[in-house]
């Protein structure tokens, strides 16, 4: 497996496990600026690497009704302001072409959304700015037949691109995560490094009626699995209130919660690299 540079973390292969977390959304300078905080003195205690997440525009929720964000403009100055004044690296996804420009200049990872992993020239796009590209795999794919998205970023001769596993599409609001998806993108003949979406997976889309619902709880379970089966990353919706949150309450994990919950990731991560050498 090829490794990969987001600024100084090193992704792929045997390096450490990495953590992308942060709000779902932006929902105000403040809160956001506030979670991101948090989120260094966490991984700072436990010297991991880590890169936050927010989203400028959610422009696949449930409802017309729900929250979506501040919009581009105003999202991308809060990132670029998380960026520059705590000098971290930082993800947030784009839905078209015409966004993809303007993200890059602030942005670190361009990530292509799950229900958007066909899209060419969205994929293309995204890849052609030379950023680092995070294709989540839809709820609808095989892990076989990311080689085809990712074949689309190749394409363009950037080779900074990893993929990200967030469920399979179950029916009835609900969705499954296959683990054997996990290594069989990891030894795909692509070769990109592979994140396993932690809270994306136990969402339950639509399970809120104008909303998507989900199981917080059982987050740090599959997070747990799929560091034991190997991945490179983790990737987490985080919340300093989740209950309150204005997008994926309720599958985000709680800022109080996360202390222990890296702590074990870190260490089931540790045994898994010890046992290859």
Known sequence: MKQIKVNDITIGGDAPLFFIMGPCVIESEKAALSTLEDLLKITGALNVPFVFKSSYDKANRTSVKSF????????????????????????????????????????????IPAYLCRQTDLIVSAAKTGAVVNIKKGQFLSPQDMRHSVGKALSTG??????????????YNNLVVDFRGLPIMRSSEWGAPVVFDATHSVQSPGGGGECSGGDRDMARHLAS??????????????????????CDGPNSVAIKDLPDILARLIAIDRLVKAERT
Do not use: W, Y
């Open 68 to 111: 979506r964000g501040p919009g581009l403009k105003e999202g991308l100055r809060i990132l670029k302001k998380a960026k520059d004044v705590f000098k971290v690296s930082v993800l947030t996804d784009v839905h078209c072409t015409h966004d993809v420009g303007a993200v890059a200049e602030v942005c670190d990872v361009l990530q």
């Open 225 to 246: 699995a799929a560091v034991a089966v190997g991945v490179d990353g983790i990737f987490m919706e985080v919340h300093q209130e989740p209950d309150k949150a204005l």
């Open 158 to 171: 950037n080779e900074k691109v990893f993929v990200t596993e967030r469920g399979t599409s179950f029916g």
